[in-house]
């Protein structure tokens, strides 16, 4: 799975949040704030990767058990499917 192609990071305001650029701005409603978790899921998640493949990254750079982490990540994939940020299979 990846994020699609048009959404960016940004930082503003002190804020991490997640912006639509051409066509998709159009069609998104709404703000994603990403914490730095998410910020790292999502950077990572710019190029096709597997659920163990973002566990391996939280339980790298963070103090986390490989249970958290992967219960981290799939809370983060039911949001971005909800939203329709992700691509399944290239």
């Given at each position: ?34 914490n ?13 990767k ?26 983060f994939v ?9 691509v399944?299979?290239?």
């Open positions: 799975m990846r994020i699609k192609s048009g959404y960016v990071i940004r930082n503003i305001a002190s804020e991490t949040i997640v912006v639509p650029t051409g066509e998709v701005a159009i069609h998104f409603n709404g703000i994603i704030t990403l730095k978790t998410g910020k790292v899921l999502f950077s990572a998640l710019q190029t096709e597997t659920i163990d493949e973002l566990v391996d990254l939280l339980y790298s750079q963070f103090d986390v058990s490989r249970e958290n982490a992967l219960k981290d990540i799939v809370d039911q949001v971005l499917n909800q939203n329709h940020l992700l399944e299979h290239d």
